[in-house]
């Protein structure tokens, strides 16, 4: 009997690359006003580089996305000679528009249906803020690898989410996009898994997801296939 659903957001919810990019652009439009020099010696792909420079040299803070990003402006800061660098103030011109997510059009409605009878939550290794994006008062609770302290597919945020639930493994879905941090992360838990796949991809190797699909719409079906015990 399945009783809760757990879903990751960026991919899974809506596109995230699209805002990330339309985000780092607008922080660099910043950075040029107020530190030119910044702007000047790094281009927003570079600045993403830089965070993942960061991570490789500092793999206790890998799993936060969003101390990565401020690392890596500091980091900018100093190779161009800023002393004094507001890092909060940049930051929040990132973390606004990344922010600013457009769900895809089947969420809220699929999701409010599968509310009547499942209790949901978000797991996320991103710095997505469901309050700002209006998905809130779909879950019952939201966990992300910041407050966590670890990443999917580390098990510690399954855990913990199964725990929060109060049921047992078995009776929780998880939905996500990525093979391995969704897929293998939660089958290792013990979830059940559904993987979505919106543009087609094939599937990279090792153990499936127990259902693919295409669209959220098409969870509603893997579900009640399971319910009435025909997978
Ligand atoms: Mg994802």
Redesign the pocket.
């Known amino acids: 009997m399945i009783k809760a659903i757990t879903f ?5 919810l809506w596109d ?1 690359w699209p805002v990330v990019e339309r985000a780092e652009r607008l922080l660099h439009d910043w950075l040029a006003v107020h530190y030119p020099r910044i702007a000047a010696r790094f281009t927003p792909l570079e600045l993403r580089e830089l965070a993942d420079e960061v991570s490789l040299n500092w793999p206790e803070i890998a799993h936060d996305r969003t101390q990565l990003r401020k690392e890596a402006l500091r980091l900018a800061a100093t190779r161009t000679d800023y002393s004094e660098f507001d890092v909060e103030s940049a930051f929040a011109v990132f973390f606004a528009t990344r922010n600013a997510v457009e769900p895809f059009a089947e969420v809220r409605p699929v999701l409010e249906r599968l509310t009547r009878r499942y209790t949901l939550a978000s797991l ?3 710095n997505a803020d469901v309050r700002l994006i209006g998905l809130d008062d779909l879950f019952a609770f939201s966990l992300n690898a910041i407050e966590v302290g670890a990443a999917k597919p580390e098990p510690r945020m399954f855990e913990l989410a199964c725990h929060r639930l109060a049921v047992e493994p078995k009776q929780i879905v998880h939905v ?3 093979p391995e ?2 897929v293998l992360g939660a089958a290792q838990v013990g979830f059940h898994t559904v993987w979505i796949n919106r543009d087609g991809r094939p599937w990279p190797g090792g153990r499936r997801a127990e259902a693919e699909i295409s669209r959220l719409t098409e969870l509603e079906e893997v579900l009640m296939m399971w319910e009435d015990g025909v997978s």
């Open positions: 990751d957001l960026d991919d899974t995230i996320s290794n991103g996500g996009d990525d941090h969704d």
